[in-house]
Nanobody
Framework: QVHLVESGGGLVQPGGSLKLSCAAS????????MGWYRQVSGKEREMVAR???????IYSYSVKGRFSISRDNDERTVFLQMNSLKTEDTAIYYC?????????WGQGTPVTVSS
């Protein structure tokens, strides 16, 4: 079993910053990919940022240049630094991990950007 625990969400004003964390634990022989998605009520979940299978960072067009994904040396914890936040970044942010051909999701952490 694999567990993903997110933290760091909250309320922030437009232009502000937040940093999300996701810690993975459990039976993880190797990590194929790990990253962040987000979802607004009534809309499909969309990729925000993730590490590719070969380790490079991939960003959605809407956050490129404002968000940065990073990870610990053990690669079991990933972070999402979010700068210059906009109201349209408001969503539930989910951590995602793929290992041995299976997908796992965290419980989600809410991010609200509002004045």
């Amino acid at each position: 079993q694999v567990h993903l625990v997110e933290s760091g969400g909250g309320l922030v004003q437009p232009g502000g910053s937040l940093k999300l964390s996701c810690a993975a634990s459990g039976n993880i022989p190797s990590i194929d990919t790990m990253g962040w998605y987000r979802q607004v009520s009534g809309k499909e979940r969309e990729m925000v940022a993730r590490f590719s299978n070969w380790g490079s960072s991939i960003y959605s067009y809407s956050v490129k240049g404002r968000f940065s994904i990073s990870r610990d040396n053990d690669e079991r914890t990933v972070f999402l630094q979010m700068n210059s936040l906009k109201t349209e970044d408001t969503a539930i942010y989910y951590c995602y991990l793929e290992t041995s051909g299976r997908d796992y999701w965290g419980q989600g952490t809410p991010v609200t950007v509002s004045s």
